[in-house]
């Protein structure tokens, strides 16, 4: 089977890296990503693309017009391609069975909808949304049920594991790519195709195949291993801080030990982003399904740690400020929910903002890449707070020192690299008296900030300044 033309269904934050890295890689296939959103197309074809991912726009740029294009014209395209790979959104369901859990399949389901509609010829559909498992037999099961006379498919799941911030080199170089298949001939067939695609620029060692529900299954397993790691280190981190023991040295001891491996450790106000707590909650709701209970408690845990970890860190800034943060400007660094995108879904900054504004605190955000309107959208979901006390108590800047002038504290809720280079002595002579600094993401130099003046608290370690003013940790 020869694929010569790929059309990709979903022009998001994998969809649109994904595929500018495929047609930058296969100069003899020709790559059509669509949408059904105008505006999302309009932006992927213009000098501002929708998404901010280091090294994407020149990426975009060396093959946009040539084997690259962005269109909502959906059925022309997937008429015209071998391969169609699905990468719509999967969020979490937010009403009726599986409410709050479940991952919500709409999209996949139109999206397989649509292929079956309107194809003429036998395709390669590829599953690339992170979906449960057995949702490639479901796909299978609508394109059968409506196949053309002679319009024969294959369904695969070849689940993608970039992260934001950093998907371009994930994608150029990942660990593995996985491809799950039926294990017939037509469907190593299909495999052998996607493969051919990946072989382009991927070792064949690091291109592994399997069946498809193993596939999918080791998609949110990934996810979940990931996520518990954050929420082992951030129970670790609430030790820390009761007994005097730090952090960052427990993780250096444990990620020594190649069994443990160094990564993932990091202490943080917790994990964000649109994947992990979705993909846990889809586990825990597949599980309980299948009806495991105890396998969805184990999973549902490293949720519950990752809430309790935000809400700890909120509280701490609470109590810190004299228990009470009423009328009291604060000003928070980062918005993100990590550094070096501009997504702000599931931040824990968001959750962080909440908590103090529940608390009647004065917010000023500043994060370098987020919209201000996408702050403020964020801030006005009905689950977070309303226009009203948004108005009344949030503040937002284009200038951090400007965020922090007048401020009882400082909350570093993202690890943006620029938040290290800052002249914290004028930042803190614009401050109230005593100021404070909550980092949240254990990145600026504590022992020059307490040399500065501040009060600094941080995740996974009490500071103290003692008689030389060193650095020390909290005798318990
Ligand atoms: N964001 C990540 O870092 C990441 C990484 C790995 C996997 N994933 C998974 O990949 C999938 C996509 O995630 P994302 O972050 O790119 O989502 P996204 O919301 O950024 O993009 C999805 C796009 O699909 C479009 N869409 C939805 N239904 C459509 C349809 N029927 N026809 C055409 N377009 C349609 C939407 O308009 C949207 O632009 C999810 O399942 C997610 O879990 C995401
Ligand atoms: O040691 C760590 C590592 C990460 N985080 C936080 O965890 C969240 C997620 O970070 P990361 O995993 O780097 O970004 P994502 O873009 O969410 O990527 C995850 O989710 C994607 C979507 O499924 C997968 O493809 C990726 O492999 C997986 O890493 C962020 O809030 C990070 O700040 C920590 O708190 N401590």
Same mark, same amino acid.
């Given at each position: 089977m020869k694929i010569t033309k790929i059309c990709c269904i979903g022009a998001g934050y994998v969809g649109g890296p994904s595929c500018a890295v495929i047609a930058h890689k296969c100069p003899d296939v020709t790559v059509t990503v669509v949408d059904l959103s105008q505006e999302r197309i309009d932006q992927w074809n213009s000098d501002n #693309? =929708? $998404? !901010? %991912? /280091? @090294? #994407?726009? %020149?990426?975009? *740029?060396?093959?946009? @017009? &040539?084997?690259? !294009? !962005?269109?909502t014209e959906?059925? &022309?395209?997937?008429? %015209? +391609?071998? #391969?169609i790979i699905i990468s719509v959104n999967t969020p979490t369901k937010t009403y009726g069975l599986g409410k709050g859990r479940a991952a919500d399949l709409k999209y996949i389901e139109s999206a397989a909808r649509k292929i079956a509609e309107v194809s003429t010829s036998s395709k390669v559909v590829v599953e690339k949304s992170t979906v449960p498992v057995k949702a490639a037999e479901s796909v299978n099961n609508i394109l059968s049920a409506n196949h053309k006379h002679g319009v024969r498919y294959q369904v695969l799941s070849n689940p993608e594991f970039l992260a934001e911030g950093t998907a371009i080199s994930d994608l150029l170089f /990942?660990?593995?790519?996985?491809?799950g298949g039926p294990q017939t001939p037509e469907g190593r067939e299909a495999i052998d195709a996607l493969s051919w695609v990946y072989q382009h620029w991927i /070792?064949? %060692? *690091? $291109?592994?195949?399997?069946n498809t529900w193993s596939s999918e299954l080791s998609k949110l397993a990934a996810n979940a291993f990931l996520a518990q790691r954050i929420s082992s280190i951030n129970a670790m981190s609430a030790i820390c801080e009761a007994?005097? +023991?730090?952090?960052?040295?427990v993780s250096h001891a444990i990620g020594t030990d190649t069994r443990i491996g160094a990564r993932f450790l990091q202490a943080s106000i917790g994990f964000g982003g649109s994947c992990f707590q979705k993909d846990v909650l889809n586990l825990v709701y597949l599980s309980e399904?299948?009806?495991? =209970?105890e396998v969805a408690a184990y999973w549902q845990q490293v949720i519950e740690m990752n809430e309790y970890q935000k809400r700890r860190f909120a509280n701490r800034i609470i109590s810190a400020l004299f228990n009470t943060v009423a009328n009291k400007k604060i000003a928070i660094f980062g918005f993100a929910f990590k550094k070096d995108t501009a997504d702000t879904r599931e931040t824990p900054s968001l959750y962080i903002c909440k908590y103090l504004m529940e608390e009647a605190a004065l917010v000023s955000i500043y994060d370098p890449k987020v919209d201000h309107k996408q702050i403020v959208s964020d801030l006005t979901d009905p689950a977070v707070s309303d226009k009203e006390t948004v108005d009344k108590l949030v503040t937002i800047t284009t200038d951090p020192y400007e965020a922090a002038k007048g401020a009882h504290a400082i909350v570093i809720c993202t690890e943006w690299d620029e938040f290290k280079t800052y002249n914290y002595q004028r930042i803190y002579d614009s401050m109230l008296k005593p100021a404070f600094i909550f980092d @949240?993401?254990? $990145? #600026?130099?504590?022992q020059s900030l307490l040399e500065l003046g501040y009060h600094v608290e941080?995740? @996974?370690r009490r500071l103290v300044r003692n008689s030389v003013n060193r650095l020390q940790a909290m005798p318990k």
């Open positions: #693309l =929708p $998404i !901010f %991912e /280091p @090294g #994407l726009e %020149e990426v975009v *740029k060396s093959c946009r @017009g &040539k084997n690259l !294009f !962005f269109s959906i059925d &022309k395209t997937i008429i %015209e +391609a071998e #391969l /990942p660990d593995r790519v996985l491809i /070792p064949m %060692e *690091k $291109i592994i195949t399997m007994t005097g +023991a730090d952090v960052s040295e399904c299948l009806n495991l =209970p @949240g993401r254990m $990145i #600026l130099d504590h941080t995740v @996974g």
